[in-house]
């Protein structure tokens, strides 16, 4: 079993993987990722010997930062092998536990939120779900998860602000089982890890299995919401969003990646609008 290209995978410890993703500059999701996790799913499948899988960033500031919609754009087949993905991720019998380091939006949160359980830094973990600001709708499980975790008004508040959220409003919210010092984020999930590894695989699985009755949703939910994101991407209005972020940094390490909600309201001002305004103040 080798390593991908996007993803390094340290089995040194009995029954446990600590899988890093490393997609520079700023841990984009391109259809590749997705095909990669797709091979990593079928070695943890295939392994009997692996009980939980830690996932981890490579880098401090994204441990996500988003989809390439454009390259996603050019493989359709992109969000089915997503959906595919995620339900394998949460249905298999391996525990996955995400430890959340930096900037975790769109298909990013939706890859933790797939996760049985998610542990952020208190200092740098920041959540989100952007599409909204570029015309979209979350198309990779967010409109399914979040629902479960938080509720309904404040999954409308998470998706229809397409805002940035902090660790602590994520713990919270329940968005995260919890937040914890940057400082002991690390031995705290190696600990639960190690516990985890040292039960039987068959009793975890059954308790996981048990579990995700009430916790998971179908696939025929998360299909209903990958259909929605393509027709979305052709209309003129999320056109005219995508176009305007195009010269702001977008896919590398910049202000507008590192605050991505603060810039989207501006989106939805075309030069009317602008022109309008300065008339306004100038009467």
């Excluded at 409109?143 to 938080?150: A, S, Y």
Aim: aromatic share 8%.
């Amino acid at each position: 079993m080798t390593d991908h290209s996007q993803f390094n995978t340290d089995r040194s410890h009995p029954g446990r993987w600590t899988i890093t993703f490393n997609n520079p500059p700023i841990n984009m999701f391109v259809p590749e990722t997705i095909v990669e996790l797709g091979a990593l799913m079928t070695e943890l499948e295939t392994d009997p010997s692996v009980k939980v899988a830690v996932l981890q960033s490579a880098d401090p500031d994204f441990f996500t930062a988003h989809l390439d919609v454009a390259k996603a754009a050019e493989r359709p087949e992109t969000l089915s092998r997503w959906r595919e993905f995620v339900l394998r991720l949460s249905s298999t019998p391996v525990v996955s536990i995400a430890k959340i380091r930096g900037r975790t939006r769109g298909i990013g949160n939706e890859f933790v939120l797939a996760c049985d359980m998610r542990f952020a830094s208190r200092q740098s973990a920041l959540f989100g779900q952007p599409e909204i600001g570029v015309g979209l709708v979350p198309g990779g499980g967010a409109l399914e998860w979040l629902p479960r975790l938080v509720g309904r008004s404040r999954a409308l508040e998470i998706v229809l602000s397409g805002d940035d959220f902090d660790a602590d409003i994520a713990e919270r919210y329940g968005w995260v089982n919890r937040t914890l010092e940057d400082d002991d984020l690390d031995s705290f999930v190696d600990t639960l890890a190690g516990r985890l590894a040292s039960f039987d695989r068959e009793t975890l699985a059954a308790a996981k299995a048990q579990l995700n009755r009430f916790g998971t949703p179908t696939a025929t939910e998360l299909q209903s919401s990958n259909d929605l994101f393509f027709p979305l991407l052709a209309l003129p209005g999320a056109q005219a969003r995508r176009a305007k972020i195009r010269n702001l940094g977008y896919g590398v390490r910049s202000d507008f990646e590192l605050n991505f909600g603060r810039y989207l309201p501006s989106f939805g001002r075309n030069d009317d609008d602008e022109t309008n305004t300065h008339r306004a103040k100038a009467s």
